[in-house]
């Protein structure tokens, strides 16, 4: 399909697919994130969400907040609900019973718990059979609608109330997952990293991907005030640090072709991303120094690894500006 | 084995059967042939793997539409069925055992969200220890999931409770899932004779689907799956309660249709020999047939024996249970499946309830047999009749629960 025409004006003029007066939390990310993939895959979306913040607080019955068709099952079987729905489809199409002349997208929103964990299974079987839908991962890098316990997408060091700051323990003693990795060694034709402030680069994310005939899948980082200890205006900033620090690299696995998609202009020490949230703060006292050590040669580590990835596949050149520019445009 | 359209003459005379020698893995793939699903998303579990596979055959030959899934689990085989109703698809799939342990919490998301998908089900016990033999631990720990439950005695009735499955499940008036089951390997892998239904014949049978409120239809987007507060729930709950008692008088009319269309006719409970009996068994599933030789042999002795077949467990046919047990000077309700501590094993708790609630005296006791594919022989059940007429002449009816067939 052509590229879609991501300008503001444009934008501001669409209906939203995701209707205001939902229950999320102020300040919470998981609602920009829905409605800017919404504005790309537009109202021939059918959407599968897995049990969390996101599904408990749209759809509270009698309410819906979602103007597209949408369905929820349980937390850990998004992705093999929409496989069931997929093929329905495919059967409708093979026998002449579908009758729109559109072609319908597939979108699953699942949280990190029911993604990285408890959904894991049934994402890998959904990707390695093949069927098309984007899976958009909203990660909030904890179980944020149980009351922010710890899932292995929350970052080394991290206070939740599973892994709680106390006299022998100080956060997460494990770093995360590195799921888009895991999900992209599936070989699926695209997977990439997101986030919501880099709006331009998560909506072409979300077209490339729409337009691709296979299994999709996006990680979008989505702060969260309430399990993150932040400020609730403080949202977008942080995917901004996130990617600053390189605590959240932006890239892409296109076709197996690795590619950095932003390249920080100077890539600020992970402290700058610790010390403005609350979960973090126990790692600043000075006897915490040797985990702060950690935090930082882990977030290296896999930077590095990163930038090899996408050297070793031709990737590596980039073109680090462009994107960039695109930054709140 | 593809069967040849035979076209059905003229409309009260039974539709000409298709004789055919088949297991009832087999039998049921047939059906499931027949029926043509939109979508079969299945996961291999023995003794119910023979159905994945020769289905699997017919959508490698293009002799079905189906979309196959083959999941990567039995909890994604529910979940993706669970996916294409809701998308307006006639979604089934298969399973025995750990499988249906496993689909556990989709179960009650297939009934809460009244989706019309129909599970073909062998019967197999539960681990541990690890076992692959018959029992209906399996389906009894899904008895209170808000599934319709049928339990075929033979591999007939495996293949006819298949096709009428996906009608009760649609029935407006119904909207739940079914499950049917056959006792593994017992009827699952034991060659019968059955008689199939022409193509033809078996495809107008089951119809077409209409779902009333499609996830797919993008003019009319529905939200499937909210979250209800204590404000809705319970009345949703009852809804799908009253579909269950409503599922009866379905049950019985689609068996009713059925039987002038093929000659075979199907209720809810099934008498055998029972109307003058004085002594008689309740049970379902595959002993019924062996129960059915005992009680011959009891009659030609002269000795007045019958039993009442439950075929429906869900809905449980209270009333049809009530009037035929009554008077009886005493009965042994047989379960395959353990409810532990409980009062009674499952079947003998419904049969008691029944009873009761309608004020209703009748000797009765529970028998549990058959655990972890321990068959039940003809001379146990002939145990369990002197025992019966033990009890009748003596008026003690002595322990409630007792095992048949064990080492103890
Ligand atoms: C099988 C199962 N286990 C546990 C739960 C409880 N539960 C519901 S949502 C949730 C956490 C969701 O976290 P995440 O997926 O990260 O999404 P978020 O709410 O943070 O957006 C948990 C543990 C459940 N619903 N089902």
Not at chain 1, 30 to 44: I, S, T
């Amino acid at each position: 399909m052509s590229p879609m025409k991501l300008n503001l004006k444009e934008l501001s003029r669409q209906e939203d697919l995701l209707a205001p007066g939902h229950r999320l939390c102020p300040g919470c990310i998981e609602p920009v994130a829905v409605r800017q993939v919404l504005q790309v895959a537009g109202p021939n979306t059918v959407v599968a969400t897995a049990t969390g913040c996101l599904e408990v607080s749209t759809t509270a019955y009698p309410y819906t907040s979602w103007r597209v068709p949408w369905v929820h099952s349980l937390f850990e079987n998004a992705a093999a609900t929409i496989s069931g729905v997929e093929a329905a489809y495919k059967t409708f199409l093979r026998t002449g019973r579908w009758k729109e002349d559109q072609p319908i997208n597939f979108v699953v929103f699942g949280g990190d718990g029911g993604t990285y964990d408890i959904g894991l299974q049934a994402l890998s079987g959904a990707i390695e059979r093949g069927h098309r839908f984007l899976y958009v991962c909203l990660n909030n890098e904890a179980y944020m609608n149980t009351g922010i316990q710890r899932s292995s997408a929350s970052p080394l060091g991290t206070w939740t109330t599973t892994t709680p700051v106390g006299t022998r323990m100080t956060g997460k003693p494990q770093p995360r997952k590195d799921l888009t990795r895991i999900v992209a060694a599936h070989g699926v034709p695209y997977a990439a990293q997101a986030s919501p402030h880099l709006w331009k680069d998560f909506m072409r994310k979300v077209e490339k991907a729409l337009g691709t005939d296979g299994p999709t899948f996006i990680n979008v980082l989505a702060p969260c005030p309430r399990g993150w200890r932040t400020p609730d205006d403080l949202g977008i900033q942080l995917g901004r640090v996130a990617t600053e620090t390189c605590v959240w690299p932006i890239y892409e696995v296109d076709q197996g072709v690795w590619k950095l998609n932003h390249r920080p202009r100077e890539k600020r020490p992970v402290v700058e991303w610790l010390k403005v949230q609350g979960r973090f703060l126990h790692l600043l006292r000075p006897e915490n120094r040797h985990l702060l050590e950690l935090c930082q040669a882990e977030v290296d580590r896999s930077w590095t690894s990163l930038q090899a990835a996408c050297g070793a596949s031709g990737g590596a050149q980039g073109t680090p500006e462009a994107p960039r520019a695109a930054e709140g445009a | 084995m593809a069967v040849a359209a035979v076209k059905a003459r003229g409309s009260p005379r039974p539709a000409e059967g298709i004789a055919a020698s088949l297991s009832g893995s087999l039998a049921v793939a047939e059906a499931m042939r027949q029926t043509n699903p939109d979508v079969v998303a299945a996961y291999p579990i023995t003794p119910s793997t023979i159905m994945v596979e020769k289905f699997s055959e017919f959508v490698a030959n293009g002799q079905v539409d189906t979309e196959f899934v083959a999941v990567e689990s039995e909890h994604s085989a529910m979940s993706a069925c669970i996916g294409a109703a809701a998308a307006g698809a006639r979604a089934q799939t298969v399973t025995s055992s750990q499988g249906l342990a496993y689909m556990w919490e989709a179960l009650y998301v297939a009934s809460g969200t009244r989706l019309p998908i129909v599970l073909h089900c062998a019967n197999r016990t539960l681990s541990a220890p690890i076992n692959i033999h018959c029992d209906h631990s399996d389906t009894m720990g899904a008895r209170d999931s808000g599934w319709v439950q049928l339990y075929a005695e033979n591999t007939q009735e495996a293949y006819d409770n298949a096709l009428m499955a996906v009608r009760i499940a649609e029935h407006p008036e119904v909207m739940l899932p079914v499950l049917h089951s056959q006792d593994g390997y017992t009827i699952t892998h034991s060659v019968e004779r059955v008689e199939l239904l022409p193509d033809d014949v078996a495809r107008q049978f089951v119809g077409e689907y209409r779902p009333r409120y499609p996830l797919l239809d993008l003019k009319a987007p529905v939200t499937v799956g909210p979250i209800v507060s204590p404000t809705y729930y319970f009345e949703m709950k009852r809804q799908a309660v009253e579909a269950m008692e409503r599922a009866a008088e379905v049950i019985h009319n689609i068996g009713q249709e059925f039987g002038r269309m093929s000659g075979r006719y199907y209720g809810l409970s099934e008498e055998y020999r029972l109307e003058d009996a004085e002594v008689a068994l309740v049970l379902l599933g595959a002993t019924v047939g062996t129960a059915r030789v005992v009680v011959d042999q009891l009659r030609s002795q002269g000795m007045r024996a019958g039993l009442l077949k439950v075929r429906s467990f869900r809905p449980f046919p209270g009333d049809e249970v009530v009037q035929a047990l009554a008077g009886k000077a005493a009965v042994a309700v047989l379960d395959r499946s353990l409810a532990y501590g409980a009062a009674g094993n499952p079947l003998f708790q419904d049969v008691c309830s029944a009873l009761y609630v309608r004020g209703m005296h009748v000797p009765l006791v529970n028998y549990v047999y058959g655990i972890g594919g321990r068959e039940a022989m003809p001379n146990d059940l002939l145990q369990v009749f002197k025992e019966l007429y033990r009890a009748a002449d003596s008026g003690q009816a002595g322990p409630a629960v007792r095992y048949l067939a064990l080492r103890e």
